[in-house]
C-alpha cells in the first residue's frame, strides 16, 4: 500500500494552478465570481436547515420558513451573506423574485444540482441550469452518483465502476454548464480520497468544472484535514465550511459536526489558505443539527475500497480522535422534539454566523 504525503497533496496544488487561473478567467458572468460583496460574508446551505425544511415539507406551524424565499429571508434576518439551494426547473417568475429579493438584501445564490448520469438526464440537468441562471446562480454545488464511500461499495471492483460512472457523468455535464456560463462545484463528500478526486479534475482539465470544498468530510476517510485544504484550494469555487468534533467508538470513531470554533479544525488557516489559492470562492455554512456519523474504520467493509491506505495513515487519524475527542459528549438530536430541534437548529445557525464574522473575517 502507498501513502499519500502531507508532501503529495502539497504537490498535486502545483498542479492545479493553470486550472485556477482558468476558472477566474472565464467567460461570460465569471463561474468562479464572489458576487458583489467579494464573497467576504458566510452564506447558508440548505443542509444546515434539514429541521427546518422537514417542518416546512410537513405545513407545521413552528417552520421558520416555508419556500426558497422564506429560506432566503430567515437567513438573511440572521446576517448570512447568501443561500445555496436547489433550484429546481422553475417557474420563471419565481425564479426572478428569488434573483431580484437576493440582489435587494445584497447576498449571493448559488445553486445545487444532480449530476447527468446519462444522455437521458441532460435535458433534465439543462433545464436546472438554466433556471439557477435565472435565479442569479453562477456556481452549482454537486455530489458525484454514490454515497459514502465505506457505506455504498463493499468491493474494489465496486467502486472502480463508481469511479468511471463518475468520468461519465463529468463529461456529460461539463459542456451543458460550460454552454450556460456557469460553474460545477463539485463536493468531496466522503466518496473519493483527494489524490483520486484530484485526478478525475486535472483529467477533464476544464475551466467550468472546480471544487466545493468541504473542511471536515474528508477526515472520513482517514485524510489530514488542512493537508486536504491545501490540495484541493487552487480548485476551489464553492466551500462549505463546518467545523467537527470526534470521539473514539467500538468500531472506529465518531464525527460529528458542532458549532464553529467549537471542534478541531484550523479554521482561520483553513479560511487563509482558501482565500488565497481562489479569492473569489464563496463560503457557505454546512452545519448539519443531527447525531454523530459512526465512522467504521475498524471494520473490514470499511477497508474494501481503501487498498492505496497505509495503515500509518489509519494509526495517525485514531490517534488524533483520542487526543483531541471531546470533553463532553457529542451533540445528539434523538429524543428531542420537533420544537427543540428546531430551536438547536436555529442556535446553531447563529453561533456558526457570530464566529465567522468575528473570529474569521466572514
Same mark, same amino acid.
Given at each position: 500500500?502507498?501513502?499519500?504525503?502531507? +508532501?503529495?497533496?502539497?504537490?498535486?496544488? &502545483?498542479?492545479?494552478?493553470?486550472?485556477?487561473?482558468?476558472?477566474?478567467?472565464?467567460?461570460?458572468?465569471? &463561474?468562479?465570481?464572489?458576487?458583489?460583496?467579494?464573497?467576504?460574508?458566510?452564506?447558508?446551505?440548505?443542509?444546515?436547515?434539514?429541521?427546518?425544511? !422537514?417542518?416546512?415539507?410537513?405545513?407545521?406551524?413552528?417552520?421558520?420558513?416555508?419556500?426558497?424565499?422564506?429560506?432566503?429571508?430567515?437567513?438573511?434576518?440572521?446576517?448570512?451573506? !447568501?443561500?445555496?439551494?436547489?433550484?429546481? =426547473?422553475?417557474?420563471?417568475?419565481?425564479?426572478?423574485?428569488?434573483?431580484?429579493? $437576493?440582489?435587494? #438584501?445584497?447576498?449571493?445564490?448559488?445553486?445545487?444540482?444532480?449530476?447527468?448520469?446519462?444522455?437521458?438526464?441532460?435535458?433534465?440537468?439543462?433545464?436546472?441550469? +438554466? &433556471?439557477?441562471?435565472?435565479?442569479? $446562480? @453562477?456556481?452549482? *454545488?454537486? /455530489?458525484?452518483?454514490?454515497?459514502?464511500?465505506?457505506?455504498?461499495? @463493499?468491493?474494489?471492483?465496486?467502486?472502480?465502476?463508481?469511479?468511471?460512472?463518475?468520468?461519465?457523468?463529468? =463529461?456529460?455535464?461539463?459542456?451543458?454548464?460550460?454552454?450556460?456560463?456557469?460553474?460545477?462545484?463539485?463536493?468531496?463528500?466522503?466518496?473519493?480520497?483527494?489524490?483520486?478526486?484530484?485526478?478525475?479534475?486535472? *483529467?477533464?482539465?476544464? +475551466?467550468?468544472?472546480?471544487?466545493?470544498? @468541504? =473542511?471536515?468530510?474528508?477526515?472520513?476517510?482517514?485524510?489530514?484535514?488542512?493537508?486536504?485544504?491545501?490540495? #484541493?484550494?487552487?480548485?476551489?469555487?464553492?466551500?462549505?465550511?463546518?467545523?467537527?468534533?470526534?470521539?473514539?467508538?467500538? @468500531? !472506529?470513531?465518531?464525527?460529528?459536526? /458542532?458549532?464553529?470554533?467549537?471542534?478541531?479544525?484550523?479554521?482561520?488557516?483553513?479560511?487563509?489558505?482558501?482565500?488565497?489559492?481562489?479569492?473569489?470562492? *464563496?463560503?457557505?455554512?454546512?452545519?448539519?443539527?443531527?447525531?454523530?456519523?459512526?465512522?467504521?474504520?475498524?471494520?473490514?467493509?470499511?477497508?474494501?475500497?481503501?487498498?492505496?491506505?497505509?495503515?500509518?495513515?489509519?494509526?495517525?487519524?485514531? =490517534?488524533? /480522535?483520542?487526543?483531541?475527542?471531546?470533553?463532553?459528549?457529542?451533540? +445528539?438530536?434523538? !429524543?428531542?422534539?420537533?420544537?427543540?430541534?428546531?430551536?438547536?437548529?436555529?442556535?446553531?445557525?447563529?453561533?456558526?454566523?457570530?464566529?465567522?464574522?468575528?473570529?474569521?473575517?466572514?
Amino acid at each position: 500500500m502507498t501513502e499519500l504525503t502531507r +508532501r503529495k497533496m502539497l504537490g498535486l496544488v &502545483a498542479g492545479a494552478a493553470p486550472l485556477a487561473g482558468a476558472l477566474e478567467t472565464l467567460t461570460g458572468a465569471p &463561474a468562479a465570481a464572489a458576487g458583489t460583496d467579494g464573497g467576504t460574508r458566510l452564506g447558508v446551505c440548505k443542509d444546515s436547515c434539514q429541521v427546518a425544511w !422537514g417542518a416546512a415539507r410537513d405545513n407545521h406551524p413552528r417552520a421558520p420558513f416555508k419556500d426558497v424565499l422564506g429560506f432566503l429571508g430567515y437567513c438573511h434576518q440572521r446576517g448570512a451573506g !447568501g443561500i445555496q439551494i436547489g433550484l429546481g =426547473t422553475g417557474p420563471a417568475d419565481l425564479l426572478a423574485r428569488i434573483r431580484a429579493k $437576493a440582489e435587494a #438584501y445584497g447576498m449571493f445564490v448559488e445553486g445545487q444540482v444532480a449530476l447527468a448520469r446519462s444522455k437521458a438526464e441532460v435535458d433534465r440537468l439543462e433545464a436546472e441550469v +438554466r &433556471a439557477a441562471r435565472q435565479a442569479g $446562480a @453562477d456556481v452549482l *454545488r454537486t /455530489v458525484m452518483p454514490g454515497g459514502r464511500r465505506y457505506e455504498a461499495f @463493499d468491493s474494489g471492483a465496486g467502486f472502480r465502476r463508481f469511479v468511471e460512472q463518475s468520468w461519465q457523468c463529468l =463529461t456529460l455535464c461539463e459542456p451543458v454548464v460550460r454552454k450556460h456560463g456557469l460553474c460545477l462545484a463539485v463536493e468531496n463528500h466522503k466518496d473519493f480520497r483527494t489524490g483520486e478526486l484530484v485526478d478525475l479534475l486535472k *483529467r477533464l482539465g476544464s +475551466r467550468s468544472v472546480g471544487m466545493c470544498v @468541504d =473542511t471536515g468530510n474528508s477526515i472520513a476517510l482517514l485524510e489530514e484535514p488542512m493537508a486536504v485544504i491545501e490540495a #484541493y484550494a487552487p480548485w476551489a469555487v464553492s466551500v462549505h465550511l463546518k467545523d467537527v468534533g470526534v470521539a473514539p467508538c467500538d @468500531d !472506529g470513531f465518531l464525527l460529528s459536526e /458542532v458549532p464553529l470554533g467549537e471542534g478541531i479544525l484550523e479554521l482561520k488557516q483553513m479560511v487563509d489558505t482558501l482565500r488565497r489559492a481562489a479569492p473569489k470562492a *464563496r463560503f457557505t455554512l454546512e452545519m448539519i443539527t443531527r447525531d454523530p456519523l459512526r465512522i467504521p474504520c475498524l471494520t473490514p467493509k470499511y477497508w474494501a475500497t481503501m487498498d492505496e491506505v497505509s495503515g500509518s495513515q489509519l494509526a495517525a487519524t485514531l =490517534t488524533m /480522535v483520542r487526543a483531541r475527542a471531546s470533553k463532553t459528549p457529542l451533540p +445528539r438530536v434523538a !429524543g428531542l422534539s420537533l420544537e427543540e430541534k428546531l430551536q438547536r437548529e436555529d442556535e446553531n445557525i447563529r453561533k456558526c454566523l457570530g464566529y465567522a464574522r468575528g473570529r474569521l473575517g466572514l
